[in-house]
Structures are given as structure tokens and as C-alpha cells.
């Protein structure tokens, strides 16, 4: 069975956890051989990554040949629309950056990234273990809400110019789920607006971010012990991550999509 303490693990070794977090952290390693051999290799990246010499003078034609390379991703079925397009642009708009990344390696290094990137699965896996990972902080180191309330009208107007989105914040306390407050976050390079929820002992945080691209997962995922259940609804995505049971996010998901005017999930 996986450890269901990897992801402080995780935090812990690049040094993101408060002192109390970490000391949880320290008493739990000796016991645990998967978060050892988690804590020993994740280390040894991070001391290789700071081995690497800071700035090389990339060989002529690196730019050309990565844009070769997204030409070659043009019409793969695999490929999400819109994709090649946008890292075309994003190619273009830092030759500066180009102009430092290291000869050979990372020639293939930054084609094989163009590749991943374009793949959702991919994609989604990475914005996945954002959430995840921001969840868990929330229940760490004292960020669980940046404004405690649990009056809607309070916490809805808090967002305005934090966030990128005007969430829906709803009152739900009828249906089981207590309004604690919220947060703004920063996932997937978005301003997210995470609204906090409780139910018995259970917290919920609910992100919620603009659907500009449609490219994102739906259903239900698991991720070292927490549930995230995600959907869109008027121009907006959400995300429900809780430890609670996934019927219940179900419903939580239903109640909000009420709120928005609409059921797609």
C-alpha cells in the first residue's frame, strides 16, 4: 500500500514545511521505507540540479528545429487542439531564453517537453497533482483560508481583483457543508479562487478557475488518499479535493451546479 505521506515527504525535503509539519515529517521517515527511499532520490535530483552549470550558449538553430519539431505535431490525433499553436507562441515569445539553454542534451530535452506538454494526458496528470498538492498545504502551516467567514456575502466580494474569476460562492449549510471561508491560490499559472468547505471532519477546498481552453479533466481522480471531483459549468472549471468520500463531493458538485444554473458533470 502507498504511503499516504509522500506528498509531505515531498515538501518536506525541498523545504516547504513549517517547523511543526517538518517534525512530523522527521518522526515519521525512520518508519517508513517508501518515504526514505522518496526523501533519498528526490535529494539527490535537487543536489544534481544545482550541479548543473547556470547558463550555457545554446548551438545555431535551436529555435528552428524546435519549431521543426512542433510542425511534426500538427495533426496528430493525440494532440489536444490548440496546443501546438499556443507553444508555437510561446517559442517565439522567449528566444531570449532560447539563447541560454544548454547545447545537446537540451535539444532533446526541451522537443521531448514541446511533445509532453501537447499530450492531455499529460497535461491533465500535472494540473492534477497542482490541486492535490495545494489541498495539502491548505491543512498545513496555518493556509487554510486567507478570509474566515461564513457568510457567502462576505466571501464572495473578498476575491474581486485577487483571483481571475468571480466564483460562486454558496451557502450550503443546509446540505451538510459548512462555508469556513476561502483563499486565493496559484495553479497552473492561473489566479484560482479556492472556496473552503467543512462537512463533520472533513475539509473540502473547492478551486475554481476559468475554462478558456476546455482542456481539462472531468469525473472523479484519486491522489494519495484525497478525491478530487472535477466539471465545468458556465465558463468556469471546478475542482472539489477532500479526503471525504466521493458520493459526497457528488453531491457537493450538484449543489453548486445549481447555484451556477446549470448540471454539466
Known amino acids: 500500500m502507498a504511503c499516504d505521506r509522500t506528498l509531505l515527504t515531498q515538501a518536506y525535503v525541498d523545504g516547504e514545511l513549517d517547523s511543526g509539519a517538518a517534525l512530523e515529517v522527521e518522526k515519521h521517515l525512520p518508519t517508513c521505507a517508501e518515504c526514505q527511499a522518496l526523501a533519498a532520490e528526490t535529494g539527490a535530483l535537487t543536489d544534481s540540479l544545482r550541479a548543473l552549470p547556470r547558463r550555457r550558449a545554446a548551438p545555431p538553430g535551436l529555435e528552428a528545429r524546435i519549431l521543426r519539431a512542433l510542425d511534426d505535431l500538427e495533426g496528430r490525433p493525440t494532440v489536444t487542439d490548440g496546443w501546438v499553436e499556443r507553444l508555437r507562441r510561446f517559442v517565439a515569445a522567449r528566444r531570449q531564453w532560447l539563447a541560454g539553454v544548454a547545447s545537446g542534451l537540451a535539444v532533446a530535452a526541451a522537443v521531448a517537453a514541446a511533445v509532453l506538454i501537447s499530450l492531455p494526458s499529460s497535461e491533465n496528470d500535472r494540473v492534477i497533482e497542482e490541486l492535490a498538492s495545494a489541498h495539502v498545504r491548505s491543512l498545513m502551516a496555518q493556509h487554510l483560508l486567507d478570509i474566515g467567514s461564513s457568510d457567502a456575502h462576505t466571501v464572495a466580494p473578498w476575491f474581486k481583483g485577487r483571483v481571475d474569476v468571480a466564483p460562486?460562492?454558496?451557502?450550503?449549510?443546509?446540505?451538510?457543508?459548512?462555508?469556513?471561508?476561502?483563499r486565493a491560490e496559484y495553479i497552473d499559472g492561473k489566479r484560482v479562487a479556492a472556496i473552503v468547505y467543512g462537512r463533520d471532519a472533513h475539509y473540502v477546498n473547492l478551486f475554481v478557475w476559468s475554462d478558456y481552453d476546455g482542456d481539462h479533466p472531468k469525473g472523479f481522480v484519486a491522489r494519495d488518499g484525497y478525491n478530487l471531483k472535477m466539471w465545468s459549468a458556465h465558463g468556469l472549471v471546478f475542482c472539489a479535493v477532500s479526503d471525504d468520500d466521493s458520493a459526497h463531493l457528488q453531491s457537493l458538485a450538484k449543489q453548486i451546479n445549481l447555484v451556477v444554473g446549470?448540471?454539466?458533470?
Open 168 to 182: 460562486p460562492v454558496a451557502d450550503l449549510s443546509a446540505q451538510g457543508y459548512e462555508l469556513l471561508g476561502g
Open 262 to 265: 446549470t448540471d454539466k458533470n
